[in-house]
């Protein structure tokens, strides 16, 4: 299935990311009156090609993790029947929404994740501009309870690629509100309020294509009309470059440990938030 998966990206999906890609840039200058950012474009591109080149070594260690060990010390193993795909489709949401989370509150986990936060503007090339190594973040370990519980490696990195292709779409500024949906399903519009640096929309809309845990968990967040919302990170990369892009918040995370003394101290700063 993950094979499957992978082909359908290179041979489906990717060609509906270019052509979505290229009518959004159409629909952008006329509905803005100004040019598409095709070079900030062009640098998401550079990070994707990254993400996709260390992502076979992340998936070779994270899979390898799962399958070889964890799963060995199930506690049960799911049957291949109907009911057992929603529980995992709601219990993987569960564990996206605090994962995304901690991708905001804990500096390490940051250092990746700010990657995807740090373009300036709201396009879909945004959705694939993301961190080369989520292995050294430890993201993968808010889904091994799913791995301990009985689902399959398989069926749970295969139902975590669907939530993130379901993401492509949600990064653009083009789509309004949609009424009765926002609040139940992740929308551009609560997305964008996500990757708002605006003071009132920091931290908010984790979710993956659910919203109802930012809701239940007091993270939701409605794009209010009226409000300008300013992209990016609060402290702006302006890069270019895509190794700066990616190794900034790395570098300083780097300097901080260095410059701190004790075990102890270099472990708070390790866990705490990136402010």
């Known amino acids: 299935m993950e094979q499957f998966l992978t082909n359908y990206q290179l041979i489906f999906f990717l060609p509906i990311v270019a052509l979505a890609i290229f009518l959004e840039s159409y629909l952008y200058k006329k509905k803005f009156k100004k040019s598409y950012p095709w070079r900030d474009s062009a640098t998401s591109l550079g990070v994707g090609m990254g993400h996709q080149i260390t992502g076979i070594v992340n998936r070779l260690l994270i899979q390898g993790v799962m399958a070889s060990f964890v799963w060995q010390y199930r506690i049960f193993t799911m049957p291949n029947v109907w009911w057992v795909y929603v529980a995992l489709f709601i219990s993987l949401e569960f564990c996206y929404y605090w994962y995304h989370r901690a991708s905001h509150e804990v500096f390490l986990m940051w250092a990746t994740h700010s990657t995807h936060h740090s373009p ?63 609040g139940i399903l992740n929308t551009p519009s609560s997305h964008r ?3 708002a640096s605006n003071s009132m929309y920091l931290d908010k809309n984790y979710g993956g294509i659910l919203i109802i845990f930012d809701r239940l968990f007091g993270t939701y967040a409605k794009e209010e009309s009226g409000v300008e919302i300013t992209y990016g990170l609060t402290h702006p990369n302006y890069s270019r470059n895509p190794l700066e892009v990616v190794f900034r918040v790395w570098r300083e995370l780097l300097q901080k440990l260095i410059n701190t003394r004790g075990l102890k101290n270099k472990l708070r700063i390790i866990f705490s938030p990136p402010a």
């Open 120 to 182: 300036n503007e709201m396009t879909l090339s945004a959705a694939y501009r993301l961190g080369w190594m989520p292995f050294l973040s430890f993201s993968w370990v808010f889904f091994l309870p799913l791995v301990i519980l009985g689902f399959s490696p398989v069926a749970v990195f295969t139902m975590l690629t669907i939530n993130l292709m379901y993401q492509f779409w949600l990064h653009t500024k083009l789509i309004g509100q949609l009424g009765l949906l926002e």
């Open 193 to 195: 309020v996500h990757h």
